[in-house]
Nanobody, 120 residues
Framework: QVRLVESGGGLVQAGGSLRLSCVAS????????MGWYRQAPGKQRELVAT???????NYADSVKGRFTISRDNAKRTVYLQMNSLKPEDTAVYYC??????????????WGQGTQVTVSS
């Protein structure tokens, strides 16, 4: 069974930094893309950043220059370094793994989410 476990959320003042981590566990042969999405209260879930297996990276315009996504394939881990945080970054952040090939076949998975709160 494949699971994604996030960590690193919390409360921070505006201008501060946080680092999120997400580890994929289970019998996994490969993962196409890993990334982060977020959902603020009353809003739809939106893409924050993604990174493919060959390190092609995509960022939402709202986080470009402030957030950095990285991936350690050997550890099945994706990170999100968030700097210069703003109150509007407050949301539940979800880890996503796309095209995960495991003993059960190929599928997409989501983590349980981690709360990030930025105070003004």
């Amino acid at each position: 069974q494949v699971r994604l476990v996030e960590s690193g959320g919390g409360l921070v003042q505006a201008g501060g930094s946080l680092r999120l981590s997400c580890v994929a566990s289970g019998i996994i042969f490969s993962i196409n893309a890993m990334g982060w999405y977020r959902q603020a209260p009353g809003k739809q879930r939106e893409l924050v950043a993604t990174v493919t297996g060959d390190y092609s990276i995509n960022y939402a315009d709202s986080v470009k220059g402030r957030f950095t996504i990285s991936r350690d394939n050997a550890k099945r881990t994706v990170y999100l370094q968030m700097n210069s945080l703003k109150p509007e970054d407050t949301a539940v952040y979800y880890c996503n793994a796309e095209g995960v090939l495991s003993v059960g076949g190929r599928s997409d998975y989501w983590g349980q989410g981690t709360q990030v709160t930025v105070s003004s």
